[in-house]
C-alpha cells in the first residue's frame, strides 16, 4: 500500500485525511519491506528477543507475539459437511437468450460472459481428508452477475438422503465419525450410518447412487452436477415455470474403481485436487454445460411423483435437458484460504427471474446456509470478503458488525429520509427481485405429503438403468460397507429394502455377505414399489464418450528403451489429446538406447499406475529381469490389468507382464510393429475393458 505523508499540522479547516477506500489491500510488489500488521519495518525474521543469544525469550517481544498469535488464529471453523473442497474462476456464457422462459440477466446475452468461482467438495470428510472416499461431491458455482450474486448449490447426484430439513442434522451426525471413537473419518461404511439409512426408507434412491461409481468419480472435471430442488423460471410477463438444473461436463463423465479409490487414497489425497489445478494450468479448462429441465404447471399433474420431493428425478427421456450456456474454469485461486476456504454459497442467493418451490428441503437450506456463515466466517459482514463480494454495486443501510471493511459516510442509515444525501440507496420497484406470487393455503401442520410415500419405485428405475458393471458395483458397494457393520439387525434391515428395489441385487447382497436370506428383515413399503421405465441417460457406462481427451496415460520407460517407439506412443497420445506423465525407476529419467535422456515425472513408487487410464510399458530387454523382481514394478502391472486398463508393451517387457498374473485379452497391446500404436490407441479410446471385470472379481 502507497504510504500517505501525514499533514503537518492538523486544525479544524484542514481535516484528517480520509481513509482510502481499499485500507484493507496487502502491499503491493514494488514495496518490499517485511512489516508487522500495523506496517512497522521488521530488521530481522530469523530470531525472537532474547535475553543474550542463549537466554530467554522476553515477554516484550512484541513482534513474536503478533506473528505466533495470527498463526494461532489461521484456521476457521471449518464446514459441517463440505468442509474439504478445491475451487476455480471462470465465467460462464448463454448459448443464446433465453428470455422465454427467465429474465436472469445473465441469461440474456450470448455475447456476455458472467464471472463465477465454482467449488467442488466431498461431503463427510474434514478439510484435511482425502479426495476419493465414497461419497457425494458438491458442485456450489457462484454466479457474480450484474443483478447480484446468484448461488447454485448443487451436488453430482441429483436426488438427496432425506425429504425434510428437519432430518439433516441427524443424517449427518449418522455419516460423520462416530462422536465416542472419532472414527471412521471421510467414510459412510460404519454402523451408524447404516442404521440410520436402513430406518430411513426415503434414502434408498439416493443410496443406490451414492453405491454407484458416481460416488468415486475419476475427476472433478468429470462430474456431473444437479440443484436437487425444483427451482422456478420467471420470465419478464410473470410466467413461472419448474426447472431442474443439470451441469454436463464436455469430456463426459467417469469414474475410478473401487480398488483403485482406496490405493489413491493412500497414494495421493489430494488426487482431485491436484487434477482440477494441473488442468488448469496447463491449459485445459475443464467446461460443463448448463442446462434446464423446463416443466410447465399444467405438466405437474402428470408426473408420477412429486416435484417437491428431493429424492426423485424427472428421466431425461421423459423432459428432456434445455441447454443454456457453458462455464469454463479458466483461472486458479490465488490462495486456497482467501478463496476455496472463505467463499460463502447461500442457497438464498438467487437473482430476478429464479424462484424456488417449496420444496421442504430446499426451505430449510435457505435459512441454513446464511446463518452457518456468520458462524464460520464471524461475523455478518462476509459478503465483503473479496471471493463473496457482489461484482455489480452493492448498497444498503446496514452498518457496522464484527469485520466491517467498508467506511460508510454520512450520518444517515436509513430510509426514509429527507436530508439523505442524492444518490443514496432506495428501493426499486421495476428491477428489484419479487417473489413468484403463489397462493399458499393450509392448515399449520407437522406431516409428510401423502405424494412423497413411494420410496423404492425410483431406486429401482436407478438400479435397473445401470449396465452390469454398474450394477455389479452397486452391490460390491453394499456388500462392503454393510461388511463393515458389524450390528448384524442392521445389515438384515438394509437386505429388507434392497428386496424392494431388486430381488437380484438382494440376492447377490445376501450372497456376498454370506446371509441368508431368510434373514432379511421384511419391510412393509408405505407405496408397494412400481416398475418405472428405464433412463439409460442415467448410466456413465452408456454415456462414456470413449474419448482420451482430458485423460492421463503413464509411460513406464526404462534405460535402453527404443526412443522411436517412445516418440511414436507419445504423439499418438498427445494427438488424441491425452496428457502424458514419464515413469522411470528412477526420477533421474531414463536414457533411450540412441544415449538420449528422457526426464521422468514420476519414480516408480511415486507414480503407481492408478494414477492413469492408459498405460504403456516401453522396456529394454536389459532392464527386465530388475524389473521382475521389483514388488512395484510387478504391482503396477497388476493394477493396471485389475483395474480393466488397456495395457500397450514393448516385446521386451512380456515377461513382466507374465511376472503380474496378466492373461492378454483385447485390453493388452503387444507393440511389435509400427501398426500397433493405432490399435493401442483404439483401444484406449475406448476406456475400461468391462469385459475383463467378471474375470477378475466375484461380484464387480
Ligand atoms: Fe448443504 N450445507 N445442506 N446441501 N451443501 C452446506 O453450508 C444444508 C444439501 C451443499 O462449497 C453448509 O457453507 C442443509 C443439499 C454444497 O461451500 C450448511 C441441508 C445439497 C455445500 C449446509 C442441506 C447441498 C453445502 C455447510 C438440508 C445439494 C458446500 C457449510 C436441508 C443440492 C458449499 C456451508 C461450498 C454446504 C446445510 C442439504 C449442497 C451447513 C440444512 C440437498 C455443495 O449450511
Redesign the pocket.
Known sequence: MASKKAPRSLSATAPTPKLPAETHQVASEGDPNLTTNHGLPISDNQNSLKAGVRGPVLMEDFILREKITHFDHERIPE????AR?SGAHGYFQPYESAADITEAAFLQDPKKKTEVFA???TVAGGAGSVDLPRDVR???VKFYTSQGNFDL???NIPV?F?QD?MK?PDVVHAVKMEPDRGFPQAASAHATFWDFISLTPESMHMIMWAMSDRAIPRSLRMIEG????TFRFINAEGVSRFVKFHWRPTIGSAAVVWDEAMKISGADPDFHRRDLWQAIERGDFPEWELGVQVIEESQVEQLDFDLLD?TKLIPEEIIPIRPLGKMVLNRNPDNHFAETEQ???CPSHIVPGIGFSDDP??Q??LF??L???LM?LGGPNFHQIPINAPRCPFANNQRDGLRQMHVHKGRVAYEPSQISPPGAPRECPVHGFRTNPEVETGEKIRKRSETFADHYSQARLFYRSMRPPEQNHIASALAFELSKVEIIEIRNRMLGHLGHIDAGLQETVADALGIPLEDAVRIKPAVPPRDLDPSPSLSLISKDPHTLKGRKAGILITDGADPDQFAAILAALKKAKATVDVIAPRIGGATTSDGALVPADHSLTGGPSYFFDTVVILAAADAVPDLVREAAAVNWVRDAFGHLKVIAYSPAASPLIKAAGVDPDGGTILLDAPKSVKTYIAAARAGRRWDREPTLRSVG
Open positions: 464446514r459441517i459437511v463440505h473442497g467449488r467442488f467438495s458438491g458442485f456450489a448449490v448443487g451436488n438427496f432425506i430439513a439433516f444437479f440443484g436437487v430442488h428431493p467463499v460463502a454459497f428441503l430446499l430449510g437450506r441454513s446456509y446463518d452457518t456463515q464460520r
